[in-house]
């Protein structure tokens, strides 16, 4: 058997040396370079601060790397960004890479794929849509010019509210807040148990209850009452206005009639003769029964016996 020469032991073991060195520079880098890999493009106008090996996700999980970063020969402000994946994973048309910070302290870049709906697959070496996610920078930036201007505008307010608050509007806010917590302590009072709201409350739920208890007296007044107003409806309310007024009428004709002095009882009430003959004689009927009734033998004449009496 032939001996291997000392130079070509040291030729193998540097090529193996060397060979380690690639895999492991790789590894610390996150590239297997003994899985199959295919290969895709994304232009970018400005990437950001991607560098290469930098992750490739697809929902959380690593499917690959950025392999290459280089600008575009026609166009330098074009920038072509290369990404190997597994061979296995399969990109829908219309996927897109989006630039994601990792980490808001490392600022680390990142690239999320973003899968399309179909129908068909890219084919490795196509280019893909390039997306960029705002800077937090951006974010923020609408956020402080909103919130200088709302610090600026409440500025001014506290400002106009210090020249309107001198010491003597201070004095009648505190002799408010006091008047008001007064208020509220006299409130709680009253609703305390035995207060005043309280008492009023238990009677307004007596009421109440008297009123539930009551429900059927109430519907049965409430019934007597509709067949009232029904009867009064059927009734001829009309008729009996018109005869009203009909005897009113009679009534007026009458008393103009006695004003006049016609009839007796308007010669007796306007004739002060007839008023005096009146008066006379019922003096005299008076005198008459007042005699007749001192001397009634005057008048009647008659005796049990026969005998006639002599005059006095």
């Known amino acids: 058997m032939k001996k291997i020469s000392r130079e070509a ?13 690639i895999w492991g520079w790789n590894f610390l880098k996150g590239i297997n370079i003994f899985k199959p890999t295919s290969s895709y493009y994304v232009i970018y106008n400005n990437i950001q601060g991607l560098i290469e090996s930098g992750v490739v996700l697809l929902n959380g999980y690593k499917v690959g ?16 960004v290369e990404v190997s994946m597994d061979e296995s994973v399969r990109l829908p048309d219309g996927t897109a890479m989006l630039i994601k910070n990792s980490s808001l302290v490392s600022n680390i870049k990142d690239m999320i794929i973003l899968l399309g709906e179909g129908p068909g697959y890219h084919e490795a070496g196509d280019t893909l849509v390039g997306v960029m996610e705002k800077d937090i ?16 505008r409440i500025d ?39 207060g005043d709201l309280d008492k009023s409350f238990e009677n307004l739920a007596s009421v109440t209850g008297n009123l539930r208890n009551n429900n059927e007296n109430l519907s049965a007044t409430l019934q007597n009452i509709s067949s009232l107003s029904d009867s009064l409806e059927k009734a001829d309310i009309k008729a009996v206005v018109e005869k009203a ?4 009428d009679k009534l007026d004709m009458a008393i103009t009639k006695i004003q006049k002095g016609e009839g007796t009882a308007g010669k007796l009430i306007s004739n002060d003769s007839v008023y005096n003959n009146l008066n006379s004689a019922l003096f ?24 006639k009496e002599g005059k006095r």
């Open 9 to 21: 032991k040291i030729g193998f073991v540097a090529i193996i040396t060397i060979a380690v060195l």
């Open 65 to 80: 790397h950025v392999s290459e970063i280089r600008f575009d020969k026609d166009d330098v402000n074009r920038i072509v």
């Open 137 to 152: 920078t951006e974010l923020i930036g609408p956020i402080k010019d909103k919130a200088e201007i709302v610090l600026t």
């Open 156 to 194: 001014s307010t506290l400002a106009a509210v210090n020249d309107v608050l001198d010491v003597s509007t201070r004095q009648h806010l505190k002799s408010t807040l006091a008047g008001l917590s007064l208020t509220a302590g006299q409130l709680s009072a009253s609703l305390a148990s035995g």
């Open 245 to 248: 007024d009909q005897t009113f």
């Open 284 to 307: 005299s009927l008076d005198s008459l029964l007042i005699d007749l009734k001192d001397h009634p033998k005057r008048y009647v004449h008659f005796s049990v016996f026969g005998k």
